[in-house]
């Protein structure tokens, strides 16, 4: 077992092509499972923003104080766009899970018990349900049937809206849990302001709480307060972590002789 | 960061997998049992069924128990694919691979599918505790139970990816895995999509009921559960065998 993983690190220099890089990298980068799992985050983001914002208009959403046949309406509206985009998500949104994989590995990297490491995979892992699946659920099943009853499709349009705002306890948690983690560590594996960041995330799932109360006005799921100031907060939070993996995963040191190299049974990470 | 004890220390004793393991067999004989007993699988309803004839589905004395009872085992052991999907991550951790990124992806999926289909069985037995409720409501819980089941694939899908690439990087002279396991759960995957997108037909292959959304969504999850249960039994074999050998 152990000969067989005694393979080389270091290997002849990469082709000059674009497609001999690609297959060298292949082959021989030891960062390959680290940059697999970054680029398909950037992904994942990039398809997730085209399909709320874009192909369901589920974001900015729609208002909480409609009346049923406005609901109705915006459901007939963005029927094909709620189908479809949907069913994209429903494809590929848990390569999400990448996401939640790479910081795991960050937190794994930081001086601090693996505890933390874990109760991030876990509460992440749970995230997806509640906070998308559900809404994308109510939506769908909405969508599918414009002739079902105003008082249903009314009941439909909720659920999606509330679990989408109202899953709040797995963010809250986990960006504290990331947080403290970052605050702790004296590898340095990010930077302490990122650690306040985390925060400053942490606090918006407190502000949003009202919107499963308050139907207008800025504390409504699509106020100025519960959804502006939440998404300008989380854009650049996802923003910022996406660059600072891409640095973490550029510093890791994997060349023969490095302390991460003496690691290559990956259960010792 | 401490070099950790390896939870495969020679000496340690790994008894317990097997029985983890030989459960799959076991559930699986349950599973097609409850697969059988409920009356929309069989001859899978329709999405075009008006409210009326759902209602009728589920005040149907002949159907109502056959659903509860189909439905409470779905959720005792829905969720007993989990500790199978445990052992796979636990060979994965074993692969030569650089970091355990890919066994974190992995081990971020496992729970994701079985919730979900633990959740659509809840929509079902909400359908059916309540016969009398009004067509339009009941139609609503049973159109909840069939998108949830039919197009949550997204687990099963990133699991068989993200199992795939790890497979096709562990770069050993005797890999866990057989290499061809790679390109097979890439298929599997490429199997499960069609699915995601059931709600948008009410007839055809991709409707709930269809040739692709139900039908080869549902044998290439019983396939993967042949193939890799398999697969993993070897792999715990030649594992407890090396032990042995070197004990």
Redesign the interface.
């Known amino acids: ?1 152990t000969a ?2 005694a ?1 080389p690190v270091a290997a002849a220099a990469p082709a000059t092509s674009r497609l001999g890089r690609i297959a060298w990298n292949w082959r021989h980068n ?5 940059w ?2 970054w680029y398909t985050i950037l992904v994942f983001y990039n398809i997730f923003g085209i399909v709320f914002f874009v192909m369901t208009r589920s974001q900015p959403p729609p208002k909480a104080w409609w009346s049923l046949p406005r609901m109705v309406q915006w459901f007939a509206d963005n029927e094909w766009g709620l ?2 985009g949907f ?9 999400a ?2 996401s ?3 910081i ?2 960050s937190i ?2 930081m ?1 601090v018990s ?1 505890a933390f490491a874990y109760t991030y ?1 876990i509460l ?3 995230a ?2 509640p906070g998308m ?1 559900l809404t994308c ?2 939506l ?2 909405g ?3 414009l002739d ?2 105003p008082a ?1 499709m009314g009941s ?1 349009y909720d659920m999606g809206f509330i679990a989408f705002s109202g899953t709040m306890g797995i963010f809250l948690v986990g960006s504290v849990i990331w947080a403290v983690a970052i605050l702790l560590d004296t ?1 340095r594996i990010f930077p302490r302001w990122f650690g306040y960041f985390n925060i400053c995330n942490a606090l918006t799932e407190v502000v949003v709480a009202t919107c499963v109360i308050e139907k207008s006005g800025p504390f409504a799921w699509d106020g100025i307060i519960s959804f502006y100031v939440n998404m300008v907060v989380f854009g650049i939070y996802t923003g910022v972590f996406i660059t600072l993996l891409r640095k973490m995963i550029e510093r890791e040191d ?1 060349t023969a002789g490095s ?1 991460l190299s003496q ?7 | ?1 401490a ?2 004890q ?3 220390s020679p000496g340690q004793s790994v008894n317990g997998e097997l029985l983890l393991l030989w459960s799959l067999p076991v559930m699986g004989l349950l599973w097609a049992l409850a697969f059988f007993t409920f009356p929309g699988f069989v001859q899978p309803m329709s ?1 075009a069924l008006t409210a009326d004839q759902v209602a009728a589905f589920y005040r149907d004395p002949h159907n109502l128990p056959r659903i509860r009872y189909s439905m409470i085992v779905f959720n005792w052991f829905g969720v007993a694919l989990i500790p199978v999907l445990a052992l796979i991550a636990m060979q994965m ?13 992995f ?6 599918g079985p ?2 289909f633990s ?1 659509a069985t809840l929509y079902w037995l909400m359908a059916a505790f309540r016969p009398e409720r009004s067509p ?2 009941i ?2 819980f049973n ?2 139970a069939w ?2 089941f039919t ?5 099963l ?3 068989s ?2 199992l795939a ?1 790890a497979i096709q ?1 562990d ?4 890999p866990i895995f057989a290499r061809w396991l790679a390109p097979f759960n890439l298929a599997i995957a490429a199997a499960l ?1 069609p699915a ?2 059931a ?2 037909f009410m007839d055809g292959p991709f409707a709930w009921n269809g040739i692709l959304s139900f039908w080869l969504k549902n044998l290439a999850i019983a396939l993967w559960m042949v193939v890799m249960g398999c697969a993993l039994g070897q792999a715990i074999h030649r594992q407890r065998r ?1 032990r042995a050998a070197a004990a």
């Open positions: 077992m067989a993983l393979r030891p960062k390959l499972e680290l697999l799992a189908l479809v069913g994209i998500i429903f494809a590929m949104g848990a390569f899970t990448a939640t994989a790479l795991t590995y794994r990297r001086s693996p995979l992440y892992s749970l997806a349900v699946l659920i109510a769908v099943v969508a599918m049937r079902r009853d249903l439909l590898n994997f302390p690691h290559r049974r990956p259960h010792a990470i | 960061m070099e950790m390896s939870p495969q999405p951790r074993r692969m030569a691979h650089h970091t355990p990124i890919l066994s974190y992806c081990i971020g999926c496992i729970a994701g919730t979900l959740i339009e409501l139609q609503m159109d909840m998108v949830t197009s949550q694939v997204g687990f899908v990133a699991q990816v993200f690439l990087l770069r050993q002279a005797r999509v995601a997108f709600a948008l090396e």
